[in-house]
Every structure is written in C-alpha cells, then in structure tokens.
C-alpha cells in the first residue's frame, strides 16, 4: 500500500486548508483512515480517524469542531478540512491506513503511512 499525502502549505491564523490523501495497491474501502500530526520536538499525536463507510468518525479534542475528516472510496482518497486554523496546529500531517473495523487513536495500531505534509500557521 501505498499513501501520499498533499495539499500543505504556509496560512494565517483563522485561514483554512484541505490535505488529501491518495492511496494506492489495496482496496481502500474496507480500512480505517487516520490523520495524525507531529509538531516540532512534540510526540506525533492523533487527529482523526475515519471507518471505512464514513459512519464512524472520531475527532482529537483541540481540533473537534474546526476539523473534518471524510473519504472517497471511489477516488481511493481521505481528506482533512481544516478550518480556523491556529498556530498550534502546525505540524507535519500524516494520513496512515489501519486493517479492521475499528477506529483507533493509537498510532501504533496503524499499518501504513504516508509520507507527511507540512502546515504552517504563522502571522
């Protein structure tokens, strides 16, 4: 399987952006899609998490509200809106694919991930 993420770039505070992230190699539709971050000397953290039909959906605390994550299965792609950005939303996002049904914070739980874009948002 493969993931690549894009649609990072530099905003202001209040702006807002939409990541994407294609994957390739596996039936996409039957798997967990997750965003997680990881900002400069911080641990990577989890974001949101989407079950494969888009029924289930589940949101880190400080981006709950601001944030939503969706999927095409028909485009093989999980998306992230990210509306009234802060700074401490910068980070490097990460979209990763996990086997089974369920949703899950834990990274480890995880099977592949992308490759990573940057955010940055700065005045």
């Known amino acids: 399987v493969q993931l690549q993420a894009y649609g990072g770039g530099f905003v202001r505070p209040g702006d807002s952006l939409r990541l994407s992230c294609a994957a390739s190699?596996?039936?996409?539709?039957?798997?967990?899609m997750g965003w997680f971050r990881q900002a400069p000397g911080k641990e990577r953290e989890f974001v949101a998490a989407?079950?494969?039909?888009?029924?289930?959906?589940n949101y880190a605390d400080s981006v709950k509200g601001r944030f939503t994550i969706s999927r095409d299965n028909a485009k093989n792609t999980v998306y992230l809106q990210m509306n009234s950005l802060k700074p401490d939303d910068t980070a490097v996002y990460y979209c990763?694919?996990?086997?089974?049904?369920?949703?899950?914070?834990?990274?480890?739980?995880?099977?592949?991930w992308g490759q990573g874009t940057l955010v940055t948002v700065s005045s």
């Open positions: 989407i079950n494969k039909s888009g029924s289930s959906i």
């Open positions: 190699g596996r039936t996409f539709s039957i798997y967990v």
């Open positions: 990763a694919l996990k086997g089974g049904p369920t949703l899950s914070r834990a990274s480890q739980q995880y099977d592949y």
